[in-house]
């Protein structure tokens, strides 16, 4: 039988990937195909976030989520279900609410709703998301803003009494940087302090092909292992692109000749680049490995490279490279090195 990421890692960690909206619909035949064979742990690319789940107040859409639990348990996946609190692709009607009772209102319905819906279906739930700036200290939410500093405990607690079978997580980019990491460490240790269950941690690893913060990423790993809870890696991928609003999302349609300049691969990825790609890969899961006992979950955030997110953000129209997979679902270089680190 011929390796695949599932069965090379099935004693190590779970193997995830993102499912976008026409994988779940089982409208991408050849991504229905591979994924039960590459992955063993699937992770709802948007259609369980709150704009798509709960667009109207009281209103939930289950039927892709459902669907997403079915496939997964027929295929014996995992599903990690992603996210019950986040500022961003928040329906309008709750970032319009004033009050902070309203805000506790629906924090409370969205949580208990959902969370105790697919208890014992899911795997596990990111519960929190994006919490931290980058210094380490709390994003100013609307959650934060309207419920103060207790929130993330708050959503900790209600998701701990809605879904007592299913694993806790929270989940941030960046954190593996020294001053986000410190405010993560914080976070996980006020949810402990208060009795509340958290258990695991989410490093985004949304990183960029030859400036991977190798360091950083063990030290973290350490850190936040001896917090006694799983690290997972939970949305890998390596642009080949630099960032040309370093970070700052606002304006994201950009002009054509603008998107041009900063789409230098449009023609395919040059064999430097891909090399750079595959080693980085690789390196990167020899250090999972070498910290298997402390690692729950590797989940890359897309099948192939067509399907990533990373060929519209932060400036849409862009040819990114970011997953093991090319564009016909061929694996890449990176993919094999990946295999190889084993
Ligand atoms: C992204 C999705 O990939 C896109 O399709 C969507 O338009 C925006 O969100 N951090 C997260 C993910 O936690 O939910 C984001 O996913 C990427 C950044």
Known sequence: EAATLRNTFKDDFLIGTAMNTPQIEQRDTKAAALIPK???????????KAEEIHPQWGTYNFGLADKLVAYATANNI????????????????VRRLQSADSVRQFFTEHINTLASRYDGKVYSWDVVNEALNEDGTLRKSIFLQKLGDDYIVDAFRLAQQAAPHTQLYYNDYNIEQPKKRAGAVAVVQKIQAAGVRIDGIGIQGHWRAGHVPF????????????????????????????????GNTADVNQTAA???????FAAGLPDSMQQQLASDYEQLFKLFLKHKDK?????????????SWLNNWPVRGRTNY?????????????YYKVIESK
């Open 38 to 48: 590459q992955f063993d742990a699937v992770t709802p690319e948007n259609i369980m």
């Open 78 to 93: 995992r599903v990690n279900a992603h996210t019950l609190i986040w500022h961003s692709q928040l329906p309008a009607y």
């Open 215 to 246: 360091d950083e990423i063990e030290k973290s790993i350490v850190e936040f292992g001896a917090l006694g809870i799983k690290v997972m890696f939970t949305e890998l991928d390596l642009s080949v692109l630099p960032n040309p609003l370093n």
């Open 258 to 264: 603008y998107n041009a300049q900063y789409n230098p």
């Open 295 to 307: 690692i729950g979950r590797v989940t890359f955030w897309g099948v192939n490279d067509g399907q």
């Open 322 to 334: 970011p997953l093991l997979f090319d564009r016909q679902f061929a694996p890449k270089l990176a």
